[in-house]
């Protein structure tokens, strides 16, 4: 097993310190940079080629989580108590004196250190607080420290931030790293552990891939349809070959592929199918294809035949995944989106009250959610939803009609022609 270790030069070394000799069976590979930004390559590199990434706080984590989604099981050691009263410790233990120090803090909560200072009897003075927000950099961290070293609010830093510390270190002005304990690394690390077991487990689990190939209309003479269905079947003969997995050509014609998970959500392999899908065969065949995943062989194929039942349905060569609880779809698509399968007794009531489809009425929900916006023209939720304009105004004018849309206002429009109304959905 190989785990990447990764955040700040000291951090990353406390960390394989304390675990490197415990788990001695487990390669531990040490990326350390001072600055955060600095190690997001690093990540995206090494992410493929390990099983687990133990990040060494929570700005290198917030860090990374914002600019690329982390597949790889990942945790963090966060900073707790003991880890400010060690360095509170170590900078009385240096000679100096809280009494007389004003000390510059940050990541921990303000709670935690407050109980700290309460509990432990210390007399600190004076102090700034910098509280930990994901969305501000390590670097707006520094400059309220520089601002507030100059104006003399704070002649000390205790922090959380391996570049904060290195460069007040380097400068000569007093800095302590707010470090997690031993207790707390291993802590996290048997969390990491865990996670990494349970991807196995589901890297595991059988997946059923059904592709259904509909020749167009405009392609439908006989001599046509036997070419194409003879290169489609040689395509996805190749393609299921590659995966190591099962064909079966059904008497429906349906390619049924059994396969387990790790392969079937490969994106390697989910670019081959969409490459074969929607470029060889453009305009040719209508193809549709669903992926089901389960606990066993007869509930993967169940789940797959609904995400192709959706896939078809839109009859634009889209594959979609369902794996019992959520469909999520269609892949490889800036409208891909992720909604409940299964609908609860809120979604029922709404369809029953509008009569509109419960599918159309979460995949409204997954949308608003994703993009963050809840009021659409009838061309942005036609684009969404994979339906014409018409049949979006008739899901829009039902909604108004039954309260649960307002008509707005009118877009603003800079072309030719008459702006569309934008409808504000209310659920």
């Known amino acids: 097993m190989k785990i990447a270790i990764i955040g700040s030069p000291v951090s990353v070394d406390k960390v394989y310190d304390c675990l490197s000799v415990e788990y001695s069976q487990i390669e531990f590979i040490k990326c350390s940079r ?9 990540t995206q590199n090494i992410e493929k080629e390990v099983d687990g990434i133990h990040l060494t706080g929570v700005g290198v984590y ?20 003991l880890g400010i009263i060690k360095a509170l410790w170590q900078l009385q233990k240096d000679g100096n004196s809280i009494e007389e120090m004003k000390i510059g803090l940050d990541v921990m909560e303000e709670r935690d250190i407050m109980e700290v200072i309460d509990e432990f009897s210390i007399n600190i003075q004076n102090f700034y607080f910098q509280k930990y927000d994901p969305e501000l950099s390590e670097e707006h961290f520094l400059r309220n420290y520089l601002d507030k070293y100059k104006s003399g609010t704070i002649n000390c830093v205790v922090t959380g931030f391996g570049r904060i510390y290195n460069y007040f270190k380097e400068k ?5 790293l707010i470090q ?4 707390e690394i291993r802590e996290e ?9 349970m991807e196995k487990i589901k890297s595991s689990l059988l997946c059923v891939q059904i592709i259904k190939p509909v020749p167009l209309a405009i392609n439908s003479s006989k001599k046509n349809s036997l070419t194409y269905e ?6 996805i003969t190749e393609y299921a070959k590659e995966m190591n997995s099962i064909l079966e050509i059904t008497p429906k014609n349906e390619y049924l592929i059994i396969t387990n998970r790790r392969a079937a959500l490969n994106s390697e392999n989910l670019n081959t199918i969409n490459h074969i899908l929607n470029d060889k065969y453009q305009g040719m065949l209508s193809i549709g294809m669903g992926v089901g995943e389960g606990p066993t062989l007869r509930q993967s194929e169940k789940n797959a035949r609904k995400s ?37 007794p809120t979604t029922v009531m709404l369809s029953k009250k509008t009569g509109i489809s419960s599918f159309y009425i979460e995949k409204i929900k997954a949308i608003s959610k994703k993009i963050e ?7 942005e939720l036609a684009h969404f939803l994979n339906v014409s304009e018409r049949s979006a105004n008739r899901i829009l004018r039902k909604l108004i009609d039954n309260g649960y849309a307002l008509d707005k206002n009118f877009e603003i429009s800079e072309g030719a022609g008459r702006p569309r109304r934008i409808i504000e959905i209310k659920f």
Do not use: C, W
């Not at 600055?35 to 690093?42: F, K, N, P, S």
């Not at 003879?230 to 395509?235: A, P």
């Not at 634009?316 to 409940?340: A, C, H, Q, T």
């Not at 916006?373 to 061309?379: A, E, P, R, Y």
């Open 34 to 42: 001072v600055m955060v930004a600095d190690l997001l390559e690093i």
């Open 62 to 81: 917030s860090f990374l989580e914002k600019h690329i989604q982390l597949k790889t099981p990942t945790v963090y050691t966060a900073r707790g108590q």
């Open 172 to 176: 000569g002005f007093p800095a302590y």
């Open 180 to 183: 997690p304990t031993n207790f």
């Open 189 to 197: 690390f048997e969390k990491l552990l865990h996670l990494i077991q």
């Open 230 to 235: 003879k290169k489609f079947k040689s395509d």
């Open 308 to 344: 192709l039942k959706t896939s078809l349905k839109e009859g634009k060569n889209n594959i979609y995944f369902y794996d019992g609880v959520n469909v999520k779809g269609p892949l490889f698509s800036p409208k891909e989106i992720s909604y409940k399968g299964s609908v609860g």
């Open 373 to 379: 916006k809840n009021s659409f023209t009838s061309v």
